[in-house]
């Protein structure tokens, strides 16, 4: 067996295909999304419609990262991986043939399932590469820039390429990505060892309700906010989302061989690198949210002045990833990860208490917050994969991702529905009176503050969770 590597070029190969895999997960809705209107007008799509060509894709990739972290701890990370990149390469090609809207919504699904079948095994592959944590934050600081790169070109590159080229482009250029990622991982990453997988079989009821309940608690965010509280299928459905995560927990719990180890979960690494993660994805996307709105329907801006009143935010989460190295090797992981956090709720409380009195108090909460989620990204996925045995790594990577994704929808959900429900009229329409526009910034300045509240409350968990290590991380139970 070869020894690991020493340093990050040693690793390039490896490193650009996990890299060109995060890229993708990155990439995809967001070079979409400005393609939209292109997509509605050539195949006669309703705006519902629309929604499910970008929410299908997000429902199934939450839903299903458990289950195929699950399958991949078993049969081998780097082989669910390789199929996963060759079905999406199948279903990138797919698009070339598209021509309905029914028929780009079975496309996404397939996509989705793809997603959910490469995304865990990145962060898995990833830090099962090297033996040292500072080569794994390092290595996952590269990945994870890559990534962000994407998230933050897609939609003026899509713009920029819908001029010159059919939409459907925008979706077969996974196919070469898919490519790249499988040439790298094939010839960079070894084949998974036999010791370090498990044997006992998959928890097939426990993986039907695991990923009934994300699915659902992904689904009831997005009929919040377009229905409103008042409206009975959203609360329907939160509460077939509990139902179905109380029946997941009793399941685990009496299962011989659970899907997922609850006590793993409540090992302190894990559950303060979960509470952490989702911290920084409810912050993220309540605010991200919240800033756009206000730019463009208090302020008025356009969508391009909108584009470019968040970029302090892009320019930290891109350029941010050099530092992250530096300083987990000044401060340690832990404390990394606890300044992380608290930047994230510092930047939101800035935001609610001030964001409404210009644009100077918003820059500092879109900075604050970028920069304290490009630390937690990072640290918190280290260190579930630290806090977890070699044989559980791509569940614990698919817990970070479904964390992430769940944490992501809330924060929009509660943003959403607080500003619809404290605002008065319209609020898409124009000309507002001086009393709708004092209703809105009162209802931002509550969303705001509502989700400093709650992503402190996970911050502190997660930092007490954290203080049980000692400060000195966990070490892997023997018998993997």
Same mark, same amino acid.
């Given at each position: 067996?070869?020894?690991?590597?020493?340093?990050?070029?040693?690793?390039?190969?490896?490193?650009?295909?996990?890299?060109?895999? $995060?890229?993708?997960?990155?990439?995809?809705?967001? %070079?979409?999304?400005?393609?939209?209107?292109?997509?509605?007008?050539?195949?006669?799509?309703?705006?519902?419609?629309?929604?499910?060509?970008? +929410?299908?894709?997000?429902?199934?990739?939450? #839903?299903?990262?458990?289950?195929?972290?699950?399958?991949?701890?078993?049969?081998?990370?780097?082989?669910?991986?390789?199929?996963?990149?060759?079905?999406?390469?199948?279903?990138?090609?797919?698009?070339?043939?598209?021509?309905?809207?029914? @028929? /780009?919504?079975?496309?996404?699904?397939?996509?989705?399932?793809?997603?959910?079948?490469?995304?865990?095994?990145?962060?898995?592959?990833?830090?099962?590469?090297?033996?040292?944590?500072?080569?794994?934050?390092?290595?996952?600081?590269?990945?994870?820039?890559?990534?962000?790169?994407?998230?933050?070109?897609?939609?003026?590159?899509?713009?920029?390429?819908?001029?010159?080229?059919?939409?459907?482009?925008?979706?077969?250029? =996974?196919?070469?990505?898919?490519?790249?990622?499988? !040439?790298?991982?094939?010839?960079?990453?070894?084949?998974?060892?036999?010791?370090?997988?498990?044997?006992?079989?998959?928890?097939?009821?426990?993986?039907?309700?695991?990923?009934?309940?994300?699915?659902?608690?992904?689904?009831?965010?997005? /009929? $919040?906010?377009?229905?409103?509280?008042?409206?009975?299928?959203?609360?329907?459905?939160?509460?077939?989302?509990?139902?179905?995560?109380? /029946?997941?927990?009793?399941?685990?719990?009496?299962?011989?061989?659970?899907?997922?180890?609850?006590?793993?979960?409540?090992?302190?690494?894990?559950?303060?690198?979960?509470?952490?993660?989702?911290?920084?994805? !409810?912050?993220?996307?309540?605010?991200?949210?919240?800033?756009?709105?206000?730019? @463009?329907?208090?302020?008025?801006?356009?969508?391009?002045?909108?584009?470019?009143?968040?970029?302090?935010?892009?320019?930290?989460?891109?350029?941010?990833?050099?530092?992250?190295?530096?300083?987990?090797?000044?401060?340690?992981?832990?404390?990394?990860?606890?300044?992380?956090?608290?930047? %994230?709720?510092? #930047?939101?409380?800035?935001?609610?208490?001030?964001?409404?009195?210009?644009?100077?108090?918003? %820059?500092?909460?879109?900075?604050?917050?970028?920069?304290?989620?490009? %630390?937690?990204?990072?640290?918190?996925?280290? =260190?579930?994969?630290?806090?977890?045995?070699?044989?559980? *790594?791509?569940?614990?990577?698919?817990?970070?991702?479904?964390?992430?994704?769940?944490?992501?929808?809330?924060?929009?959900?509660?943003?959403?529905?607080?500003?619809?429900?404290?605002? *008065? +009229?319209?609020?898409?329409?124009?000309?507002?009176?001086?009393? @709708? *526009?004092?209703? $809105?910034?009162?209802?931002?300045?509550?969303?705001?503050?509502?989700?400093?509240?709650?992503?402190?409350?996970?911050?502190?968990?997660?930092?007490?969770?954290?203080?049980?290590?000692?400060?000195?991380?966990?070490?892997?139970?023997?018998?993997?």
């Amino acid at each position: 067996m070869s020894p690991p590597p020493r340093s990050l070029r040693e690793a390039w190969v490896a490193l650009a295909g996990l890299s060109a895999v $995060f890229l993708f997960e990155m990439l995809d809705n967001s %070079v979409l999304t400005v393609a939209l209107p292109t997509i509605g007008r050539e195949l006669s799509a309703s705006a519902a419609a629309l929604q499910w060509v970008t +929410g299908a894709y997000a429902v199934v990739f939450g #839903g299903l990262m458990l289950g195929f972290g699950a399958v991949a701890d078993r049969v081998g990370r780097r082989r669910v991986m390789v199929v996963g990149l060759v079905l999406l390469g199948v279903a990138g090609a797919g698009t070339a043939f598209v021509g309905t809207v029914g @028929q /780009l919504i079975a496309v996404r699904v397939v996509m989705g399932v793809a997603a959910a079948m490469t995304a865990p095994g990145a962060l898995a592959l990833a830090f099962r590469l090297f033996d040292d944590d500072g080569l794994r934050v390092r290595a996952a600081a590269v990945i994870s820039t890559v990534g962000l790169v994407g998230l933050a070109v897609g939609p003026v590159a899509g713009g920029f390429v819908l001029a010159f080229v059919p939409w459907q482009v925008l979706l077969v250029v =996974n196919v070469p990505v898919a490519a790249v990622a499988l !040439l790298g991982i094939r010839r960079g990453v070894p084949a998974d060892r036999a010791e370090e997988l498990r044997r006992e079989p998959v928890d097939w009821p426990g993986a039907v309700l695991g990923t009934a309940a994300i699915v659902l608690a992904l689904l009831a965010p997005t /009929l $919040f906010v377009d229905a409103g509280v008042a409206a009975v299928a959203p609360w329907l459905t939160a509460g077939a989302a509990v139902v179905a995560g109380a /029946l997941f927990v009793v399941r685990e719990r009496a299962a011989r061989y659970p899907l997922l180890d609850l006590r793993s979960v409540a090992r302190p690494l894990v559950s303060s690198g979960l509470a952490f993660k989702g911290a920084a994805g !409810l912050a993220t996307a309540g605010l991200g949210y919240l800033v756009t709105v206000q730019f @463009q329907l208090d302020w008025g801006w356009t969508p391009g002045q909108a584009a470019l009143g968040m970029l302090p935010q892009v320019v930290v989460l891109v350029a941010g990833g050099a530092l992250i190295g530096p300083l987990v090797g000044r401060v340690g992981l832990d404390r990394a990860g606890w300044l992380g956090a608290v930047a %994230v709720v510092c #930047g939101l409380a800035a935001y609610g208490a001030l964001g409404r009195f210009g644009y100077g108090w918003v %820059v500092v909460a879109l900075v604050l917050v970028a920069a304290g989620m490009r %630390v937690v990204g990072v640290v918190a996925g280290t =260190n579930v994969m630290r806090g977890l045995p070699a044989d559980r *790594t791509t569940v614990g990577a698919a817990l970070v991702d479904t964390a992430g994704e769940v944490a992501t929808g809330i924060g929009i959900a509660v943003a959403g529905t607080i500003v619809a429900a404290l605002s *008065t +009229g319209q609020v898409v329409a124009s000309g507002w009176s001086a009393a @709708q *526009t004092a209703a $809105f910034r009162d209802a931002v300045t509550w969303a705001g503050s509502v989700l400093a509240v709650v992503a402190g409350a996970l911050v502190g968990w997660g930092i007490a969770r954290a203080r049980v290590t000692g400060g000195a991380g966990e070490s892997r139970p023997a018998g993997r």
